[in-house]
């Protein structure tokens, strides 16, 4: 059965042409993600975003309010900037980073859910994600061969032992076996891909689907039952991953579908196959790249300490080595920003995006931003921690000693009313409890403090010279 949300082609046409007089929502990676999920028919049997209503009662039993078992409560955010311009029966352009059509929202509930706001409503697909690689493998639920299957899902390569286990379990049960490889978003799909497809030729008598899929919200217990709920659009009976399995065999019945836990397995395993691509896959720390982000109030010695630790890092070492102060980015990359609130947070977000395309590709990041918000902060690291290494310090030097050095006079003129939102004056500082490292600056100097950062990149394993 097409269970898809994609509009026919006339209707299509009428909807790119409607949409062009409606507000226009720039929707995040991970959002475009569930959308192809929610178009293509694996997200079924949702037909769009989950009103209040059901938002409700997933987060509280994991269930549609009709009682339908699902365990993602898959509601659209509204940026607070475009919240006046939803409402109640308006119709929406949902478009991808690159400002793409791909659907529209009639959006029917918009509620609040801690402090966040979502829309709810039906949607109507106009075209899927454009993706440039494995085209031939992003098989839609309906285009998949219609047999009963054995879902074989993996984050990582796919090794011998699980490839085994998957064809006992699928022999058992008189079905084939459809490997689903997960993309995170990351260029490491290609090599994964490849080293899959080297361990299938080893097989070459079998008849297996490779599948590439968007990866969903977690690798949870309730994230793997979303999967299992997803490799049964795919007319699977059972799932294979290395996933939290409890949830799924708690309801298997009431899905039709089981689930059997395997090992991700080591990389020794696969020594054989492909050695190279695995050392591509899977650097050692100290071959990949990395960032490292400062926290912490205007005149806590961040900026001075990250000067320090580039420097060095470059006497060490023949990396790449990029500092992104938060003033220097902003006079830079940020200047028609304003201080306010929104605005420091794009700033902030701009240097993660930044640091994540320096990790992307090997290098060294450095970030010295104040970076007050915990969320924003999380944001950030969200987006370099899929690419590389990425290590969060926070510069707690007390606010009293930060005030009394005040180079800028930026305190001062913060205390007079002459600047607005000033963080640890008028604005709040959010201290961090997920940093990798903690200082302080007020009985040592600059150069201990960066040393204290040598010694935990060197503890991990970043800055070991022997590559």
Not at 41 to 68: F, I, K, W
Not at 190 to 209: K, N, S, V
């Amino acid at each position: 059965m097409n269970s898809s949300l994609l509009a026919e082609e006339t209707r299509a046409a009428k909807l790119s042409r409607d949409a062009q007089a409606m507000t226009s929502l720039d929707l995040s990676q991970s959002q475009v993600n569930d959308l192809e999920l929610l178009l293509s028919g694996a997200y079924a049997p949702l037909n769009g975003y989950l009103n209040q209503a059901d938002h409700q009662s997933v987060c509280e039993s994991m269930r549609l309010a009709d009682g339908t078992l699902w365990p993602y409560p898959l509601s659209l955010e509204i940026p607070s900037e475009l919240l006046a311009n939803f409402r109640r029966d308006a119709r929406i352009a949902l478009r991808d980073p690159e400002g793409v059509l791909l659907a529209t929202l009639s959006v029917e509930d918009i509620f609040e859910d801690q402090e966040r706001h979502y829309a709810g409503g039906k949607v109507e697909g106009i075209t899927l994600p454009i993706h440039y690689d494995h085209r031939h493998l992003r098989l839609l639920p309906h285009t998949a061969k219609p047999n009963k299957k054995l879902a074989l899902v993996t984050p990582g390569v796919l090794h011998p032992e699980q490839l085994e286990k998957a064809l006992h379990i699928a022999r058992e049960n008189n079905c084939t076996i459809l490997i689903q490889a997960l993309d995170t978003g990351n260029d490491d799909i290609f090599g994964r891909i490849r080293c899959i497809q080297a361990t299938l030729a080893t097989y070459p008598e079998l008849d297996i689907e490779l599948s590439v899929l968007p990866a969903t919200a977690s690798n949870d217990a309730q994230g793997s039952l979303l999967q299992a709920l997803i490799a049964r659009n795919y007319d699977c009976l059972a799932i294979m991953s290395s996933g939290d399995m409890s949830l799924i065999n708690k309801y298997s019945r009431e899905i039709s579908l089981s689930g059997v836990a395997i090992q991700q397995g080591s990389t020794k395993d696969l020594a054989n196959v492909t050695t190279e691509e695995l050392k591509r896959i899977y650097p050692n720390k100290r071959d990949q790249g990395f960032t490292v982000f400062f926290t912490g109030l205007s005149g806590s010695g961040k900026s001075t300490i990250a000067n320090i630790l580039r420097v060095k890092i470059l006497e060490r070492l023949p990396r790449k080595v990029t500092l992104l102060d938060g003033d220097i980015v902003r006079k830079n990359l940020s200047s028609e920003l304003t201080f306010s609130k929104d605005h420091r947070n794009l700033n902030v977000l701009r240097i993660g995006f930044v640091a994540g395309e320096i990790t992307r590709h090997g290098g060294i990041a450095i970030c010295a931003p104040i970076a007050p918000y915990d969320e924003i902060r999380k944001k950030v690291r969200s987006t370099v921690d899929r690419l590389g290494g990425f290590i969060l310090i926070h510069v707690a030097t007390p606010l009293e000693i930060c005030e009394s050095r005040d180079r800028k006079g930026l305190y001062a003129m913060a205390r007079a009313g002459k600047i607005s939102e000033f963080t640890g004056i008028s604005d709040p500082y959010e201290s961090p409890n997920d940093a990798e490292l903690t200082i302080q600056t007020t009985e040592i100097s600059a150069e201990q403090a960066c040393q204290q950062v040598i010694e935990y990149l060197d503890q991990e394993g970043y800055l070991d010279s022997a590559s």
